[in-house]
Each structure stands twice: as structure tokens, then as C-alpha cells.
């Protein structure tokens, strides 16, 4: 096995090195095109074509004119600003322009060219019936209709939602959900933008800049006028949406990194930073305003340092919860148990076994003064232990104003259902703005939060209308990477293509080879262990040797996962071999590729997994998937989000990463499989054969060899007993040492076998 070839790249990089490297690491990419979707937009129906905005075109234009050349691109380097500002960028940001507003088509025009689709969820009284709406003209009219058609299309579940793939983004608008309107508010066309039509502080906007942001992406570009300026975003609007000015609520459907978070960090600031100018609070007042929860520890700690760097100068606090750490809570008498039973509660971390160190329950009943927070991020068990840990009191947080859900729909999936409601039902401030963001969205969970929110209004909250956004096509994989579906046959057969995958040679024919750093990913935490104990050793001493690959999943401490992940942040570890629990939301921008050793157990697990590579548009990620005979009846969720995701990044035919054939022959996953599946995997890899199975040898080899050791030792023993007979009285002792190992050897083995 020749690995040393590509992995001893990585020894003391010289100028030299760095640059071939450079070019073998197509997604280190440090200046992409963060947008996905920018189709060409034919004339309107008034004869106007699109007005793009120049600021924006000159942006997008100096980060082509970086991609051409791969050569300075470091090795997991940190985000170089895209180019220098342009005079006219920089004189723009203390000033403050008056917007112009562009009328509806003009939005609709550059929404629909986005890929964005803005839906009211909520009930709009009749007044906004479509037939009332003087402004639409015919042709309008029709498109809309055809949009309606396209999300009817998409919106479909599973293989019969691809069977053709549409320009527009889903709209889940079967039945009754067809009467949801559609709106169309203004675009943020610049980050500029920002400061000087939507008043947010200049020290944010300048934030935003400083860490080499130029052009909005599809979800900022879409949502955030409406997050931050309701009122004016839907100005032109011909749909009155009652209480607007009060702000949405609000769900985003968006693709994997495509910069979801800064879209909520950059409203929950601003908001912090409003509300002290209206109440003339000191800079050193801090009140709990906003909570972010996000499913893992990992996700959380990422928040909080892109949260600190876009608050730079402004004062406003962005922490992590702690187990240890005191909010300023108001305290309400419950009788008897609390109602929330977290202690109950499975790990924060949505992985199916194993259990976490920290799971004790804290009593936060300290005379430590309150924290001193603006904007909080947690998980969702770690904030309810605080909220619930002490006996016969609940705690609420009415000055929380806003509540972030991030990777909504798995923190609204029964493993942590029960404990973010709980911390939404602790926001107990009337006017409490919910904002959920994912990749993907299953329609249950849609209509768990439409639910949540009526309920909410009859507790005394006041009413605010729910707006979706879906950018590009629903529950699909980003454009810009190549999928790759590996059938092995066997466990075994994933080893031997696992390995192949690290040759430079072998891929050299099928595509863009999978290179370092790459993420594998397995279904439990045993397995994890196991493929890490089998590959550490692959790596030559020369290339680093076996601090090249490391393991991280939630039986670790917290600490021990952390030096992992900042190991592979920063370069050292190259192949890291992780659960679910790295599925969602982190965010390494130079991962190269994805390995699905073992089969995702639901379409969103591929879409969250294979969204690890590719982030910020990023081209040239790889995400492969493994599958094995006993996969085969639950591999077509995974093969029909490929082929969708390669219809709507327009790879057809031969070009597409599943043929026509294999999605035909491949049988359809029943909705009880399916279920089954996403809670408990593949039932084989479960147990403890589960990770005894992944080793190079086969079970027929290690027991063959187990025979011959016996076999040996056998021999061993008897030689030696003739031995110590033939020796016997004369000369006693002798080395028996080779023995001692030998059975060391083989009670491993039998320890582990079967
Ligand atoms: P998501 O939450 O949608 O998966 P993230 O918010 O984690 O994506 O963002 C992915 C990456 O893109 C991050 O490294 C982030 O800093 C970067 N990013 C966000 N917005 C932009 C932008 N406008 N231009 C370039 N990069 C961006
Ligand atoms: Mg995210």
C-alpha cells in the first residue's frame, strides 16, 4: 500500500510542498463563490430585465478571479479576505443612505433567480385572497401557478419527490397547503447593505467584512431584510400580512454551509443592540435576550466563536452554557416533580448508544451572582438541567426575546423533543420570536412548530405570522459536491475500498479522488472505535503515523473531544473517524471529503453528512457512501437524495453518481423500515460482532488463524513438555516467554470473536 504518497505531504511543508498540496486540495478553496443557485433570469413580463447589482457583480467577480489560481491556497488555512475593499465599499459604511426599495417583480425576479422561496405559513385573513391582488399581471400570475406546480412536485416524499427536478424550491403545497401564499421581500444585494438601509450597528457590519464576507449567500441574501426590518422588507408586497411590523416567525430551509448562521446570529445581535438604544441601557447592562440551541457541544462552541466575532466592539455578550453557570432566571414554585423529566433525557449529543460524562444534573442553587449574558448558547439538555435541576422550583427566562433553533428538525425529533420544548416553554415573554434553521425539514416537524405557536398564542402570547424559506430544492445535498454510492458486498469489502480510497492511484480513473483530510463516518460509537484501532497504524511514522487518524464521538470527555477537534482544525489529524454526532452543523472548511462507511440511517442523515465537505460553495468535495448486500433494502432514501441533488446541480445520464438502472432496481424502503432505520440503524452493527466486524480479516480468517495459534501453542506446549521431560531432573527452567505472548494473543481474540 503505497499511502505514504499522499500522506507524507504533510511533513514540514515547504514553500514548495505547500503549493502542491495546494492543488491537491480542491476544497481547501480559501476565497469560493459562497452562492450555489444564480440562474440567468429571463425578461419580465413589464420588458424590464433583472437589474443585478453592481456592488455585488464586481464582489462575485473578484472571487473568480481568485479561484483561477489554486496555487496560494493553504492547507486548512484560515478565511483570507477575498480582496481589498473597494473605495466605494469603504466610504459606504459610515454613511447612511436612504434604500430604494425595488417594487415586487423586481424581488420576485431576483428571489426566483436565487433559488428562494418565501411561503406565510400561518392563516391570512381573507382580505389577501389572490384574486384581490390589483398589482399581478397575467404572466405573473401563471408563474406563480407554476411554482405552486414545481413545489407540488418536489414536495412529494422520497423517490416519487425527484422524479423531476425543478428550478424553484419545494413548497410542500399538496392540499390545503396550497392556499400559503407566497411573498417576495427585498434582497439584501450587498453586505453594505446592512449598515446603511437596514441600520444595523456599523461595528457589526464591519465584522462581517472583517471576516472576508463579500457576497451574501442564498439564505442571507433572502432572509435577512425580513429578520431585521420586517415592516420595510415587505413594503412593496401586494400580500398584507397583519402584526409584520412586530416580526415573523420564521423557518429556514437552506443547504448545508451555506451560512445559516451568521443569517441568525447577525437579527439576535441587532436586536440586543436595538433594545438598549430604545431603553437607554448602559453598555455593561446585560439582559438574557436571545437563546441559540443547537443539538451538540461541538455546533454550540462553533456558534458562540462566530457569535463573539461578529459582536466584536459592540459589547454585547455571546456565551456557552456551562453546567456551572448561573442566568438570571425568575423562579416559579411547582408541586412535587418538576414536569419536565430530564433527568430521563437521552444525550445531547443524538447519537444512538453510549451516554455523556457531564450528565449529572447540577443544582445551580449557588450564591454565585448571575452570569452576565446577552445572547446564550446551549444545548438543549444542558440549559433544561438549569432550568429544572432545582427540586420543587422551575425556572423561566422571561427576557428572552428570541429563541434560535438550530438543526431544528432534530432538535424537534423525539430525541430531544420533550427538552426544547421545555426551554421554549421557559421563554415566557409574550412577545418571544422563534427562529428554526436546517438543511432539512421533514413536513411533521412543520406543522409540530404551527401547532406550538397556536397553542403559545392561546396561552396569552401575541400572535406573529410564520414565514418558510426554502432555498433551492428541499432535503437535497449541495451542488457543488460529487457523490460517489460504493457497492463492497461485505464489512470486509468496506475496509479494502476504504484503504483504496486513500491510494492515489486507485480513484485516479472514477473521478475526483477522496483526499485528506476527510471525515468517515459510522454508525455507533463501538464501530467508530473499532475502524480507529484498525486504520491508526496505516499511516506511515514518516507521514505522521498514527496521530494522522483519531476518533471523536460522544463516549469522550469533553475535553478529550475538543483537542480532537481542534487536532483536525488545524491540520494534524487527516482522517477523522466519527458518529452522527459530527453529522450536523460543524463546519471544517478544508474538508476534502465524506465517507459513509456505514450507510446514513435516514436521507437528512446524508444530507447533513455529506454537507461536512463543500461548505460556502466550495467546489471539489467528495462524499462516498458504502454499502454492503445487507444494506441494499434501505440504501434507495440515500440513492434518491443523490440523484436529486445531481439533477439540481444539472449532472445527468452518464455524468450522474447513480444511474437509472441502480435507483430502479434498488427496492423501495417501507415507511415502517424507514422509521426503524433512522432510530435504531442497521440492527448488525448494533451489537458488539457490530464493531468485531470491522477488521481486514475476514471471521473464516481470524478463525483459521485462531486454529493455527492453537495449533501452534499446542505444538508449543507439547514440545516444551518433551522438553522439560527430556531436561527433566538434570537441568530445570527455560524461556517460556514466546508462549506467554502467544496466549495473550489469543485470549484477545477470543474475547473478541463471535
Ligand atoms: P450552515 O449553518 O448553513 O451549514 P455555516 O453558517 O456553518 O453554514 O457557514 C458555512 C461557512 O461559510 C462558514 O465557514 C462561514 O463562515 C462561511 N460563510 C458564511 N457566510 C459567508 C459568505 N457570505 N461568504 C463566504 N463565506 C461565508
Ligand atoms: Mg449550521
Redesign the pocket.
Known sequence: MDILKVLSRGIKPTQKSKSHQATALPSAGAA?H?QLFHDPVASTSRGKKRKRNKKQDDAADDHNDGDGDASDIDYFAP?KPAAEPTPAETEDTPKKRKIKLLDEEECRQILRSHRLKFTVLSEIPPANDPKDEPSKSKKQKKEDKKDKKDGKKDGKKDGKKDKKASKDSDGKQEGKKDEKKQIYPQPLNA?GELHHSYEVSAKVASNIYA???????E??LGSLPLLLRPAMALKKSSVTIPGIERGADFLAV??????????FLIPAIDGVLRRREELGRSADEHVLEAVIVAPTRELAT?IVN?GRKLAIGTGVRVVLMKRTLRLPAEEVEVEGKNEDASSEASSDDGEGSGSDSDSGKEDNDGVKPPARVDILVTTPRTLLNFLTGKRGVRRTLPAVRLLVL?EADVLLDPVFREQTMGIWRACTHPDVGLTC?S?TMASSIEDLITKQLAKRVGHGSSPRPLIRLVVGLKDTAVPNITHKLIYTATEQGKLLALRQLLHPASSADSGPPLRPPFLVFTQTIERAQALHNELKYDIPIEAGGSARVAALHSNMSESARSRVMARFRGGEVWVLITTDVLAR?V?F?GVNGVVNYDVPTSAAGYVHRA?RTG???REGGVAVTFYTKEDIPFVKSVANVIAASERQAGRTGEAAAVQKWLLDALPDVPKEERRKLKVRGVESRRSQAGAVAISTKSKWERQKEKRRQQAIEASKKRKKQQRKRQEGEENEGGDDSGSEGGHQEEDEWSGLDD
Do not use: H, L, Y
Open positions: 469560493p459562497p478565511r453586505f471576516q472576508g464576507f463579500r457576497v451574501p449567500t439564505v442571507q437552506a443547504p448545508t454551509g451555506s451560512g445559516k448562521t451568521i443569517t462553533q462566530e438550530d434553521w438543511a452543523g463546519d472548511a454537507g461548505r460556502a460553495g
